[in-house]
């Protein structure tokens, strides 16, 4: 089955630099693979996604990455905030039968002021 | 924040007790998923209802079971609670089984003393 890694576990970044959070799977039939942020005690919300048709999309300061080839995606965060801080999660969807989502282990992101 | 909501939002057992879990998904969703997030760590998949049937099913035992109710709504029920079992449940509506975009509700803590 599929078998997602996610690198950092831990990022601290100073406010107003970027951060890249990346993440590898192991199904070549993998297609759709979001990138969830969690808050502490919250639910986790969509902030961005990609299907294995685009290479790259951007949503203001985020941006999500995909190269097929290499089975690996990255978010990346330019000009970070303070609420910024929580902790993401990256998951891979097979889009075969029932659309489960395999999530990475997460990586807590904290913003420095 | 999305449509999606849990009840009851804490909860503790003992364990080999029963616990019903509740969740009402986004309107116009026909398709409930069901997750269990340890402290830590990433969600993993339960399983899947999609038009009152189960849909597909993750590395769970059978006393983790399911309902999915003609207005949609979702019951996750687990038999014979375990110490490991003690985790947050999110439910993730979707608009139906072949959408991949999960929208999560806040989730149930459970805790099995």
């Known amino acids: 089955g599929e078998n997602v890694e996610q690198h950092p576990s831990t990022l601290s970044v100073q406010e107003g630099d970027s951060a890249v959070i990346k993440c590898t799977y192991s199904d070549s039939a993998s297609n759709y693979f979001p990138w969830y942020k969690q808050e502490l005690g919250k639910r986790p919300q969509l902030i961005i996604d990609?299907?294995?048709?685009?290479g790259e999309k951007k949503d203001q300061r985020i941006a999500v990455t995909l190269n097929k080839t290499a089975k690996h995606f990255s978010l990346h965060i330019t000009e970070t905030q303070p609420e910024d801080s929580a902790v993401y999660f990256c998951a891979a969807s097979s889009g075969q039968g029932a659309q489960k989502l395999v999530f990475g282990q997460g990586t807590r992101l904290t913003i420095n002021p | 924040e999305t449509g999606v909501t849990q009840s009851p939002t804490h909860l503790i057992k003992t364990r080999g007790q029963q616990v019903t879990l509740r969740c009402s998904s986004q309107s116009g969703h026909n398709t409930v998923s069901w997750y269990q997030q340890a402290l830590g760590q990433g969600p993993q998949f339960i399983f899947q209802?999609?038009?009152?049937?189960?849909?597909g099913r993750g590395n769970f035992p059978p006393r983790f079971s399911g309902l999915q109710f003609p207005n949609y709504s979702s019951e996750l029920n687990v038999n014979a609670l375990e110490l490991d079992d003690s985790a947050l449940y999110l439910c993730a509506s979707s608009l139906d089984s072949f959408q991949e975009t999960q929208y999560f509700g806040p989730g149930t803590r459970l805790l099995v003393l």
């Open positions: 209802y999609y038009r009152e049937e189960e849909n």
């Open positions: 990609i299907r294995s048709n685009v």
